[in-house]
């Protein structure tokens, strides 16, 4: 949280602490007014500030290289995870940058079950340390999106910071110190809160999905080795408690789903029910029958010069028409063959459904310049029946073979 910030002011920390909740709790606007009414004192002629720092537009800032983050995405979900969650993070600035700098770091469900969780489970995972997920990043991009519209907040903070106020005060004495670490910090605040919106506007503007989260990924904006570090989310997964229920959101599988019987579901049964031509059973005399349905034979059929056409009237039974298809020229009675397919035992619904990425011989090296860590090549491609296989394996060293023979049998 705020536990690094140097406060100036004994109500400074409570201010900070003020204004990061309200970002936690979506209020991001009602946290920018506040900022803005404190800052007013110090913006103006002969103070910390330019006036016109407090005109910055969330609008005006961009973020540029969002376009791009949809086919990263897509790249690092090839390596076998989906990536479920993106953050944005204020990070030290090159003394020759114009703009503060900001770091892209993408992450799986295996550093938080981010797919799962609402706004309230987001911040769960928030301490006064930071935040539980902050190392397990799959991977991370300092250059791929950049921010436009913050310089002259930016320089303005930048003059600040360490130096004290030499404009606002005669003499460079501990109130003037103090004033510029105060004005610092609490503009330092104002960018973070422009920087939340911003994030926030081009997520409603330009969604964040994937084909594995086609209803949006968990977004977050924070901050590291900067003061302050207002760290929240923007949007999560789950839009509401509801969310997982309804199937909103959580990764979509690269294998088979498992069918589900939501009330979306249920609708669609209804309008299927609707279109496909009826079909009985006669449970009287075990003849099953199929009306206005047709079948054209295989190749081996035309080529004999036979068009045959595989239905049978009401009423006739299943020798009749086996005994109908044998006529025409099949070599084997329907019969039979109708016998062979209900006769084949129905596999089990873990193997019906199974995903064909479980097959460890389908598994394939990500694509090059794509970071995958060791823990997820070592999940994906290597078994503890490969562990055992390669031990078996190896040749006996010297120590193996003259402990075999001379111990006592």
Same mark, same amino acid.
């Given at each position: 949280?705020?536990?690094? +910030?140097?406060? $100036?002011?004994?109500?400074?920390?409570?201010?900070?602490?003020?204004?990061?909740?309200?970002?936690?709790?979506?209020?991001?606007?009602?946290?920018?007014?506040?900022?803005? $009414?404190?800052?007013?004192?110090?913006?103006?002629?002969?103070?910390?500030?330019?006036?016109?720092?407090?005109?910055?537009?969330?609008?005006?800032?961009?973020?540029?290289?969002?376009?791009?983050?949809?086919?990263?995405?897509?790249?690092?979900?090839? !390596?076998?995870?989906?990536?479920?969650?993106?953050?944005?993070?204020?990070?030290?600035?090159?003394?020759?940058?114009?703009?503060?700098?900001?770091?892209?770091?993408?992450?799986?469900?295996?550093?938080?079950?981010?797919?799962? !969780? @609402?706004? +309230?489970?987001?911040?769960?995972?928030?301490?006064?340390?930071?935040? $539980?997920?902050?190392?397990?990043?799959?991977?991370? @991009?300092?250059?791929?999106?950049?921010?436009?519209?913050?310089?002259?907040?930016?320089?303005?903070?930048?003059?600040?910071?360490?130096?004290?106020?030499?404009?606002? +005060?005669?003499?460079?004495?501990?109130? #003037?110190?103090?004033?510029?670490?105060?004005?610092?910090? *609490?503009?330092?605040?104002?960018? !973070?809160?422009?920087?939340?919106?911003?994030?926030? @506007?081009?997520?409603?503007?330009?969604?964040?999905?994937?084909?594995?989260?086609?209803?949006?990924?968990?977004?977050?904006?924070?901050?590291?080795?900067?003061?302050?570090?207002?760290? +929240?989310?923007?949007?999560?997964?789950?839009?509401?408690?509801?969310?997982? *229920? &309804?199937?909103?959101?959580?990764?979509?599988?690269?294998? #088979?789903?498992?069918?589900?019987?939501? &009330?979306?579901?249920?609708?669609?049964?209804?309008?299927?029910?609707?279109?496909?031509?009826?079909?009985?059973?006669?449970?009287?005399?075990?003849?099953?029958?199929?009306?206005?349905?047709?079948?054209?034979?295989?190749?081996?059929?035309?080529?004999?010069?036979?068009?045959?056409?595989?239905?049978?009237?009401?009423?006739?039974?299943?020798?009749?028409? &086996?005994?109908?298809?044998?006529?025409?020229?099949?070599?084997?009675?329907?019969?039979?063959?109708?016998?062979?397919?209900?006769? *084949?035992?129905?596999?089990?619904?873990?193997?019906?459904? $199974?995903?064909?990425?479980?097959?460890?011989?389908?598994?394939?090296?990500?694509?090059?310049?794509?970071?995958?860590?060791?823990?997820?090549?070592?999940?994906?491609?290597?078994?503890?029946?490969?562990?055992?296989?390669?031990? &078996?394996?190896?040749?006996?060293?010297?120590?193996?073979?003259?402990?075999?023979?001379?111990?006592?049998?």
């Amino acid at each position: 949280m705020l536990a690094d +910030a140097t406060a $100036a002011r004994p109500d400074d920390t409570q201010f900070l602490e003020a204004v990061e909740t309200m970002l936690r709790d979506g209020d991001a606007d009602t946290a920018l007014e506040q900022i803005r $009414a404190r800052l007013a004192e110090h913006c103006g002629d002969g103070r910390p500030l330019p006036a016109s720092v407090l005109d910055l537009d969330p609008s005006t800032i961009d973020l540029v290289g969002w376009d791009r983050l949809e086919e990263e995405i897509s790249q690092l979900d090839d !390596c076998g995870e989906p990536v479920t969650a993106i953050a944005f993070d204020l990070v030290p600035t090159p003394m020759a940058a114009v703009e503060p700098a900001i770091e892209t770091s993408f992450y799986f469900d295996t550093a938080w079950p981010f797919s799962e !969780c @609402d706004r +309230a489970g987001l911040l769960d995972g928030y301490d006064a340390n930071g935040t $539980a997920w902050q190392s397990e990043r799959a991977d991370i @991009d300092g250059e791929i999106v950049s921010v436009s519209g913050l310089e002259p907040l930016f320089n303005a903070i930048r003059a600040l910071s360490g130096k004290g106020d030499a404009r606002y +005060a005669s003499q460079l004495d501990e109130d #003037a110190q103090a004033t510029g670490e105060h004005v610092a910090l *609490v503009a330092g605040a104002y960018l !973070c809160t422009l920087l939340h919106i911003a994030v926030r @506007d081009k997520a409603l503007q330009y969604p964040l999905t994937s084909e594995s989260m086609p209803g949006g990924l968990a977004i977050l904006v924070g901050a590291r080795e900067v003061e302050p570090a207002l760290r +929240a989310p923007v949007e999560a997964c789950c839009k509401d408690s509801h969310a997982i *229920v &309804a199937g909103q959101s959580g990764p979509k599988s690269h294998g #088979a789903m498992m069918p589900s019987f939501g &009330a979306s579901d249920e609708l669609r049964r209804k309008e299927c029910d609707e279109e496909l031509p009826e079909t009985s059973l006669d449970s009287q005399s075990d003849t099953l029958e199929l009306h206005d349905t047709a079948v054209q034979a295989d190749d081996s059929d035309h080529a004999n010069g036979h068009e045959v056409a595989f239905f049978r009237a009401p009423g006739e039974t299943l020798d009749d028409f &086996a005994q109908e298809q044998t006529d025409i020229g099949e070599e084997e009675p329907a019969s039979e063959s109708v016998a062979t397919v209900l006769d *084949v035992p129905r596999k089990g619904l873990d193997e019906v459904f $199974a995903d064909p990425a479980d097959d460890p011989e389908s598994w394939h090296l990500p694509p090059p310049d794509i970071h995958t860590t060791g823990t997820q090549l070592r999940r994906r491609l290597v078994s503890q029946d490969d562990i055992e296989e390669l031990e &078996a394996s190896r040749p006996r060293t010297l120590l193996q073979r003259l402990k075999a023979r001379f111990q006592p049998a």
